[in-house]
């Protein structure tokens, strides 16, 4: 979709910047490099053993305006600073909230197709869709995010249907890998490339492969339309 109103005109360094600086101080220090790639979701979070973490966006997202795009780094920045143990989506969420992002997070997940609540690891965890973040704003938040809305002038109801993950983690540890979808821990043998897992995405379920070797089926992930 491409938006006049507030296209992204900055890089991804600038915006990741400017949101450590006045919402994620307290991650300030941490080196996190961040870039525009293929990959099989929104974005991924890489997490690699003597390496600054990695945030890689997908190219699709260039296309979305400039708040849903801040909503998107907010929840990635969110899993850095609850840390690569953290696999909590609802936690990563609700963090992005309570440091005043939740109208940006509320606006990416119209461009994510989730207006409810995307339930996984069997309701166990979610997703927050649009609608239960906006119930959660204070009415300051309410308004940024009703005007937000206007201006960009979306209609959610109409966004196309997604197949996209909205996001996974990859950990390289010193003696061992892993992979998270949907809060679910995959794992892995070897010490893949990154570059080198394919995540077979169907109607209702996630297959990962290394390899061309299935490592792993996550089958309720997927949200339901
Ligand atoms: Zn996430």
Redesign the pocket.
């Known amino acids: 979709m491409e938006n006049q109103r507030y296209p992204i005109s900055k890089t991804l360094d600038e915006y990741v910047h400017t949101l450590k600086k006045h919402a994620y101080s307290d991650i300030e220090d941490n080196n996190v490099n961040i870039e525009w790639g293929k990959t099989q979701a929104y974005?991924v979070?890489i997490w690699s053993h003597g390496n600054p973490t990695l945030i890689r966006c997908n190219r699709s997202v260039r296309r979305w305006p400039e708040p849903a795009l801040l909503g998107l780094l907010a929840?990635?920045l969110s899993?850095i600073a609850l840390g690569a143990d953290s696999h909590n989506?609802h936690q990563?969420d609700r963090d992005v909230i309570s440091r005043g992002l939740g109208p940006y997070l509320g606006i990416e997940r119209v461009f994510t197709n989730k207006y409810s609540d995307h339930v996984i690891q069997k309701g166990r965890d979610r997703?927050l869709g649009y609608d239960s973040i906006r119930l959660s704003l204070t009415n300051h938040e309410i308004n940024q995010l009703d005007a937000l809305m206007a201006d960009i002038g979306v209609s959610p109801r109409r966004m196309l249907k997604e197949s996209l993950l909205?996001?996974?983690?990859f950990h390289e540890k010193e003696n061992s890998s892993h992979i998270v979808i949907d809060g679910q821990l995959y794992p892995l043998d070897k010490k893949p490339n990154v570059d080198e897992i394919k995540l077979i995405v169907k109607d209702s379920s996630v297959q990962i492969l290394s390899e061309d070797m299935v490592i792993g089926e996550n089958e309720n992930g997927r949200p339901r339309y």
Request: hydrophobic share 25%; charged share 25%; glycine share 0%.
């Open positions: 974005a979070v929840h990635e899993h989506e990563t997703y909205h996001d996974y983690a």
